[in-house]
């Protein structure tokens, strides 16, 4: 796996959205996966997607958000509507995790991208 970086975060205000886009050399094969840290929280996986197909949202997340892949650009992009302050956090990018249903998590090999910021006002 090569290297990941994120784009597309910023301010937007309660019920706005935002696309994340993920550009990440090497991930054929590999389950990739969005991520998010807030302050004094652990970071969690909020999406997945497969290789081939197939994709997992956290709970709190499902109906709001839409993650997929285009694997011909090694890209990856998370579409986040309706989004809430809870939602404010920085977003990371993963390539190489684990994507099962009820777990999104990385693995020893997972290459991490530099995080981007997101932040919803209320």
């Known amino acids: 796996q090569g290297q990941v970086r994120e784009s597309g975060g910023g301010l937007v205000q309660a019920g706005g959205s935002l696309r994340l886009t993920c550009s990440a050399s090497g991930s054929a094969g590999y389950a990739m996966g969005w991520f998010r840290q807030a302050p004094g929280k652990e970071r969690e996986g909020v999406a997945c997607?497969?290789?081939?197909?197939?994709?997992i949202y956290v709970d709190s997340v499902k109906g709001r958000f839409t993650i997929s892949r285009d694997n011909a650009k090694d890209a990856l992009y998370l579409q986040m509507d309706s989004l809430k302050p809870e939602d404010t956090a920085m977003y990371y990018c993963?390539?190489?995790?684990?994507?099962?249903?009820?777990?999104?998590?990385?693995?020893?090999?997972?290459?991490w991208g530099q995080g981007t910021q997101v932040t919803v006002s209320s």
């Open positions: 997607a497969r290789w081939s197909s197939g994709t």
């Open positions: 993963a390539s190489g995790v684990r994507c099962l249903d009820s777990r999104i998590t990385g693995l020893s090999y997972t290459s």
